[in-house]
């Protein structure tokens, strides 16, 4: 790990059970050129705006919750910042913490920008994609984890919660 890694970050929830299965560490990050209208997270637009936080800073909060079944990403728009958030995941997945990402991008967009590596690094350490931008006139309150019927909950590797 890379001692010297930042994620800018608008903020978290210690314990969250809406965003993902389980209770989640849910990182807010900052930044996001989506801007979906009626976005449930307005301030985490400005890629200039929150803090910026060193990894071990963000690990330190997550070990200190031992009830945790896993960590989310959500934003803001998480590909935006996927080098590091990569290397965050890979760390919460050797702590056998699954990871959920929602993200403002399509599934099959981020597969077709194959040449990015780090969204496919960012990819390949996710457990479930919440994929899609928040369309206002497709909100529900019906589907789990998705704030617009748009969004899908795509689980890219198995998932046992209760281990």
């Known amino acids: 790990m890379n001692n010297h890694t930042k994620i800018r970050i608008s903020g978290f929830v210690n314990e969250s059970v809406v965003d993902g299965p389980g209770i989640r560490f849910v990182i807010f ?3 996001c050129q989506h801007d979906c209208p009626d976005c449930h997270n307005p301030q985490t637009h400005d890629p200039q705006g929150g803090e910026e936080m060193a990894i071990e800073e963000i690990l330190a909060m997550i070990d200190s ?11 803001g728009e998480p590909f935006l910042q996927a080098k590091a958030l990569a290397e ?3 760390c919460c997945k050797n702590k056998n ?7 403002g991008f399509y599934y099959e967009e981020i597969l077709t920008n194959s040449d990015n590596q780090d969204w496919q690094e960012l990819l390949k350490q996710t457990d479930i994609l919440i994929d899609g931008p928040f369309e206002r006139e ?7 984890f998705c704030g617009s019927s748009n969004q899908r909950v795509l689980h890219l ?7």
């Open 29 to 31: 990050v900052q930044g």
């Open 65 to 75: 919750n031992p009830l945790l079944d896993g960590v989310t990403f959500s934003g």
């Open 88 to 90: 965050l995941a890979t």
């Open 97 to 103: 913490l699954s990871i959920v990402v929602y993200t």
């Open 138 to 144: 497709k909100k529900t309150t019906e589907l789990a």
């Open 157 to 163: 590797r198995s998932l046992d919660v209760n281990n």
